[in-house]
């Protein structure tokens, strides 16, 4: 896998209108361009979640991956995107003090509902000129 050195890749529900909104949020407030962005469906999506050991069959969870560090998933990916922005979003870290299967089961609720409330597209979002090089 070809990635770039000293970033963090967001793994995301390309379809999914939520996740879309997630990623266009994140991409607003990554003032030190820590994040890219790879669409779970995608081939490289796919091979990730291969090397970090994750089921690829099912796209209902974003995965933050730290090449050659670590992986989060869920609440816990949610958490450390979070934590970048800095300033008061550092405070989400105290969400942590919330037993993760606490934290999961409301993820995993969003996650179930998600297409019913927010929609779905046919096909992966195509970022304008602009953001294609935070898409991998």
């Known amino acids: ?41 995608s081939d490289l999506g796919r091979e990730i979640l291969t090397h970090i050991g994750i089921d690829g069959s099912h796209f209902d969870s974003v ?10 998933r869920k609440s816990a990916a949610a958490i450390e995107i979070a934590k970048e922005f800095g300033g008061l979003f550092h ?12 934290r999961n089961s409301l ?11 927010y929609g779905k597209q046919d096909r992966c979002m ?3 000129p602009e ?3 935070k898409f991998l």
Do not use: W
């Open 1 to 41: 896998m070809n990635l770039p050195t000293g970033k963090k890749i967001i793994l995301f529900d390309g379809v999914c209108n939520l996740c879309n909104r997630m990623v266009r949020y994140v991409i607003a407030h990554d003032k030190r361009d820590v994040f890219r962005f790879v669409p779970l469906q």
């Open 63 to 72: 995965v933050l991956y730290e090449p050659g560090k670590a992986y989060f």
């Open 91 to 102: 405070l989400s870290a105290i969400f942590k003090l919330i037993p993760a299967p606490l």
């Open 107 to 117: 993820y995993d609720y969003i996650a179930k509902n998600r297409y019913k409330r």
């Open 126 to 128: 195509v970022p304008t």
């Open 131 to 133: 953001l294609r090089a």
